[in-house]
C-alpha cells in the first residue's frame, strides 16, 4: 500500500531555516504529483506547494520566494526546504500525493493519500 513518511520537523528561531522530506513507498513515484499542505492550531489545513510532472512547482503566496519543494525520483523522496521562516508558518506539515493530471489540485479533498505530519515550530 501507498505510504508516506515526513521527517525533518523542529523548533527554529524566526529567520531559521528547516528541510522537510517525505519518502514515499507503494507508488510509482514519477507519475505522481507531491504536495505539502499544513495547518496551524484552530486552523483548517492549507496548500503550501506542489511539485507536478517535470519539476513544475508551484507555492502559495505567502511561502513563494522562501520555500521550494523539490523531487528525487532515484529515491522517492520529496523535500520541503524552508527558509526565513516565520511564527505564522508554525504548523504541523503534511505530505501528500495524486496520480499526476493537467490540473493543479490544491484541496485537501484531491489528494488521496498523506502522512503522518511532522510539527514545525518557529519562535519569535
Known amino acids: 500500500q501507498v505510504q508516506l513518511v515526513e521527517s525533518g520537523g523542529g523548533l527554529v528561531q524566526a529567520g531559521g531555516s528547516l528541510r522537510l522530506s517525505c519518502a514515499a513507498s507503494?507508488?510509482?513515484?514519477?507519475?505522481?504529483?507531491m504536495a505539502w499542505f499544513r495547518q496551524a492550531p484552530g486552523k483548517q489545513r492549507e496548500f503550501v506547494a506542489a511539485i507536478r510532472r517535470f519539476g513544475i512547482t508551484y507555492y502559495t503566496n505567502s511561502v513563494k520566494g522562501r520555500f521550494t519543494i523539490s523531487r528525487d525520483t532515484t529515491t522517492n523522496t520529496a523535500s520541503l526546504q524552508m527558509n526565513s521562516l516565520k511564527p505564522e508558518d508554525t504548523a504541523v506539515y503534511y505530505c501528500?500525493?495524486?496520480?499526476?493530471?493537467?490540473?493543479?489540485?490544491?484541496?485537501?479533498?484531491?489528494?488521496?493519500?498523506w502522512g503522518q505530519g511532522t510539527q514545525v515550530t518557529v519562535s519569535s
Open positions: 501528500a500525493a495524486r496520480y499526476v493530471s493537467s490540473t493543479l489540485y490544491t484541496r485537501t479533498d484531491d489528494y488521496p493519500y
Open positions: 507503494g507508488l510509482s513515484f514519477s507519475t505522481y504529483e
